[in-house]
């Protein structure tokens, strides 16, 4: 079980748009349609934002999208806000009834 | 509203044993895979252990395998992870989360400090 790759830090101005990816293997990104992504402000618990791959729970705004390709994964936020500024996790199901987290990426917007 | 509430934690002392709950006051609890999740300080998300919504199916992170345990007692509404041979990289707050459109929701997790 290995970590899922993403970059440390991501930054962009107020209404630009980022992307932040997410490297897994065929064992796990690449073999199920069960990526999802969380966000967690300082000191909260973390919150779902996309999930199995480009799905977006109720009350999610549609400022956030997820994809796959292959072996990895991306979040994608357009019109960014101050109150995007987060720590954001991919995870994926990685088979045997077993998951991943990625390491984790701090978006700052300046 | 607050859904999930995790409890248990505590100062242990290494290779001593802890037992964590979480009580879901939310409804169909026994329709869905329950998680823990766990979070060293300044670190990130690690997923620790899952089982599903009859306790058919559990899965463990190698990291915790033959030491902690995952179970759940749908009657109660409850998650426990029990916790053994207890090391100083299990210090962590420890979250439950349902498996329902992703981990979601996450209760605010408690907190686990493993030192002598």
């Known amino acids: 079980q290995s970590t899922l790759t993403q970059p440390a830090s991501v930054s962009g101005s107020p209404g630009q748009s980022i992307t932040i990816s997410c490297t897994g293997t065929?064992?796990?990104?690449?073999?199920?349609?069960?990526v999802s992504w969380y966000q967690q402000h300082p000191g909260k618990a973390p919150k779902v934002i996309t999930y199995e791959g480009n799905k977006r729970p109720s009350g999610v705004s549609n400022r956030f999208s997820g994809s796959k390709s292959g072996n990895s994964a991306s979040l994608t936020i357009s019109g960014l806000q101050a109150e995007d500024e987060a720590d954001y996790y991919c995870c994926s199901y990685a088979g045997s009834s077993t998951w991943v987290f990625g390491g984790g990426t701090k978006l700052t917007v300046l | 509203e607050v859904q999930l509430v995790e409890s248990g934690g505590g100062l242990v002392q290494p290779g001593r044993s802890l037992r964590l709950s979480c009580v879901d006051s939310?409804?169909?609890?026994?329709?869905?895979?329950m998680h823990w999740v766990r979070q060293a300080p300044g670190k990130g998300l690690e997923w620790v252990s899952g089982?599903?919504?009859?306790?058919?199916?559990?899965g463990y992170a190698d990291s915790v395998k033959g030491r902690f345990t995952i179970s759940r007692d749908n009657a109660k509404n409850s998650l426990y992870l029990q916790m053994n041979s207890l090391r100083a990289e299990d210090t962590a707050l420890y979250y439950c989360a349902k498996e329902a459109y992703g981990f979601d929701p996450w209760g605010q997790g408690t907190l686990v400090t493993v030192s002598s």
């Open positions: 089982i599903s919504w009859n306790s058919g199916t559990i």
């Open positions: 939310g409804f169909n609890f026994d329709d869905y895979a």
């Open positions: 065929s064992s796990d990104v690449g073999s199920y349609n069960l």
